[in-house]
């Protein structure tokens, strides 16, 4: 009977170990990113607010554009989504201050640039893909 006993308690101790062995975890590390999307109005804004159903990595910013007076960053994963290459809004992650003060720094006023820290850490510098004055210069005729 205590022969019974000791193997039993052995069989006990080693189950985690023999069952730890099969739960290998195949996980590939997520990267991810950040995106600016432009909204000419609020009903735009509002509706990607609200259709992210409180998603803590999606924000509404207000720009000093006139052609699209909001912009709404938001995190995704890598791959997840593509980025036009003609989008009137472009971003930048960073993971210091002192690196995005100075990208935000580098950036001229007609970027319209928009500097913050996103919930993950991040410094983000979002800025108007061309400068203000190459835009009124393309929009005349």
């Known amino acids: 009977m205590k022969k019974l006993s000791v193997i ?26 950040w995106i600016a999307d432009a909204c000419e109005t609020w009903n735009c804004a509002a509706a990607a607010t609200i259709m992210s159903n409180g998603d803590k990595y999606l924000m509404t910013l207000p720009t000093n554009s006139d052609d699209f007076k909001w912009v709404v960053v938001r995190r995704v994963a890598a791959g997840a989504a593509s980025v036009s290459p003609d989008a009137p809004f472009r971003i930048e992650s960073f993971d210091g201050a002192s690196e995005a003060m100075a990208r935000f720094d580098g950036l001229g006023h007609d970027f319209e640039p928009i500097m913050l820290t996103a919930p993950d850490g991040k410094f983000l510098v979002v800025a108007r893909s061309t400068a203000a004055s190459a835009r009124r210069r393309a929009a005349k005729p």
């Open 8 to 33: 039993l308690a052995c069989s006990f101790l080693l189950l985690p170990l023999g069952a730890g062995a099969q739960n290998v975890c195949p996980c590939v590390p997520v990267t991810h990113l």
